[in-house]
């Protein structure tokens, strides 16, 4: 019985107490009383109190019992209990991921730059950033392979998602100073926000670059005179247009035995001047883009201490000459493949670098002066080759800067170039 009393909540002390109080005598009773009389007494109360006892812990769950004690008090019949709520699991619906779960992942992965572990082990958020714009445009524009409209939900698809990548660039400021009259009538200096000048240029530029060339896809709606050899077409359907090398998954075009009428030529001819157009756009902004980024040091440390040790003697001696003459420079290099003219173009940068650098201290009779002069010279042999040659690939320092920019906003802008 005692082991069920202290489990119901009551302390030692109140148990002893009620021993003592049943074993010593009432002082109400008389001397002529009975000897039994104190234990019938005691046997008594102590009955009926843990009776009672019993009785009250009976009408209460064991569950509310157990929860309701504290520091030895009980719980009293009759009155509810103040529960905890049982949080409810949440089950959700077993449908596609709605818009929101799609954002929240896409940014998380920015956030931690590619790195889902969690080790901190993850990219720059300028480079995981251009890689997010990079995987959109290619499982976008990768299936493109056809002159014909974009489906609706790709179409859908690229304006959302590209939108909450290009979200980031409302966050990226300059601080500019600023006047504020204060209640008194007193004049501040401030320093405020104003978006970036470039990004607030050029991504607007972009994204209507972006609508024109969608644009031009929706223009080859209506019936053409050439079609498309279907993919399930026989050997016999496809002919001698098959596809045979690297490029098989291109869809073969077929026209007519004639071939296009004068009207569809010139139609053609149109659409492809109007596409070249924006990639001239493009490639101007690119431009401008590439120059304003920053040198890194990765290429910086790689450079030879002077321009001669990488010009080479006989393009070294016409920069310096007396009396230069660019097309005499390019004249005496040659310059009949892609490689040799990226090659011409990589000297002609890094010796820029070196001199902007101002590497060549050493030489004494190089005078700060001979090195703008030699600097300049340079500059319009590398803008005679853009102009001459403008679908050459990237130089080394294009691609350097590219891969070790830092910068968040170069970045989207960087990708939204290469990926219009």
Request: with cysteine.
């Given at each position: ?73 009980r719980a009293i019949p009759g009155r ?22 799609l954002m929240m992942e896409k940014f ?232 040799k003219i990226v090659d011409l173009k ?75």
């Amino acid at each position: 019985m005692v082991p069920g009393f202290l489990r119901r909540g009551h302390s030692l002390d109140r148990l002893l107490s009620r021993r003592r109080r049943a074993v010593s005598p009432s002082p109400s009773f008389s001397s002529s009383s009975s000897p039994s009389s104190p234990s019938s007494s005691r046997d008594g109360s102590f009955g009926s109190s843990m009776a009672e006892d019993e009785e009250a812990a009976g009408s209460v769950p064991l569950q509310k019992r157990v929860l309701s004690r504290s520091h030895g008090s009980r719980a009293i019949p009759g009155r509810p209990q103040d529960l905890p709520p049982v949080p409810s699991k949440v089950v959700r619906d077993s449908g596609p991921p709605s818009d929101m779960d799609l954002m929240m992942e896409k940014f998380s992965k920015l956030l931690l730059g590619e790195d889902m572990s969690g080790t901190g082990k993850g990219v720059s958020s300028a480079l995981a950033l251009s890689n997010a714009i990079t995987n959109l445009a290619a499982s976008v524009f990768g299936e493109q392979r056809r002159l014909e409209p974009m489906s609706v939900e790709t179409r859908a698809r690229w304006n959302k998602e590209i939108d909450w990548l290009l979200s980031v660039t409302d966050y990226i400021v300059d601080l500019t100073p600023s006047h504020q009259v204060s209640e008194d009538g007193t004049n501040m200096e401030v320093m405020g926000t104003q978006p970036r000048r470039d990004l607030l240029m050029n991504v607007p530029a972009l994204q209507k670059l972006d609508a024109m060339l969608l644009g031009y896809l929706d223009n080859f709606n209506e019936a053409q005179e050439f079609w498309y050899v279907s993919k399930h077409a026989s050997r016999s359907d496809e002919g001698d247009t098959a596809r045979q090398g690297d490029k098989w998954w291109i869809p073969t075009v077929k026209v007519p035995p004639e071939g296009l009428s004068d009207a569809s030529r010139k139609w053609l001819h149109h659409q492809k001047d109007l596409v070249a157009q924006v990639l001239k756009a493009v490639m101007a902004i690119n431009a401008d883009v590439i120059t304003e980024m920053d040198i890194p040091e990765e290429y910086i440390e790689s450079l030879p201490k002077n321009g001669r040790s990488i010009l080479g003697d006989s393009i070294y001696k016409i920069i310096i000459d007396d009396i230069f003459d660019p097309n005499e420079l390019l004249s005496s290099v040659d310059l009949s493949t892609e490689h040799k003219i990226v090659d011409l173009k990589d000297r002609i940068e890094a010796s820029v670098v070196i001199w902007q650098r101002k590497f060549c201290n050493k030489l004494s009779w190089v005078s700060l002066e001979k090195r703008e002069q030699f600097e300049e010279r340079a500059q319009t042999v590398l803008l005679i080759l853009k102009h001459r040659f403008p679908g050459v690939p990237q130089s080394s320092l294009d691609i350097s800067k590219i891969q070790h920019n830092k910068d968040v906003g170069y970045a989207i802008l960087g990708e939204l170039l290469q990926n219009p």
